[in-house]
């Protein structure tokens, strides 16, 4: 059986069609997450996290954390022992918004927070530690692998 060139023509446009079709449907259903859905609004106020990172550099001690088996310890800087520390953690994972967690300051005496890491799922994360000490902001961010 032999065929004419217009059904060669045809068959392959149809292919095509067909091909673009699929990864059309493909594509839309991946899931993208957006690092954050008001990243417009924070971007017009990034002069303030850039004016909170250069306080937080000048500090004579910095914010110090360090992850251990179920819990992370963040230890505030010693000059503000017996002040009023508060302010937010957020950790920020990359590969599924879902999984995003705030947590809120609470030291105790010593300026030590504890929290515990089995509402975390284990990976990667970016903690977000944004804080008031003494009526000044401060800014403190890294990334941390949770065991």
């Known amino acids: ?14 292919g095509f069609v067909i091909l ?24 017009l106020s990034y002069q303030d996290k ?15 954390w360090q992850v251990q088996p179920a819990m992370l310890v963040l230890k505030f800087p010693e000059q503000f022992k017996g002040s009023e520390i508060a302010g937010s953690i957020y950790f920020f994972r990359p590969s599924d918004a879902s999984m995003d967690t705030t947590v809120y300051v609470s030291v105790d005496t010593a300026g ?3 929290i515990t890491t089995a509402k975390l799922n284990k990976g990667v ?23």
């Open 20 to 43: 673009i079709v699929t990864m059309v449907s493909l594509t839309m259903r991946e899931k993208v997450d957006l690092v954050a859905k008001d990243y417009y609004a924070q971007e």
């Open 112 to 114: 030590v927070q504890v």
């Open 50 to 64: 850039i004016n909170k990172v250069n306080r937080t550099n000048a500090l004579e001690q910095p914010l110090t």
């Open 125 to 147: 994360y970016k903690m977000q530690v944004n804080w008031e000490a003494n009526k000044q902001t401060y800014y403190n961010e890294s990334i941390i692998t949770i065991n």
């Open 1 to 14: 059986m032999k065929l004419s060139w217009g059904i060669k023509i045809a068959v392959l446009y149809a």
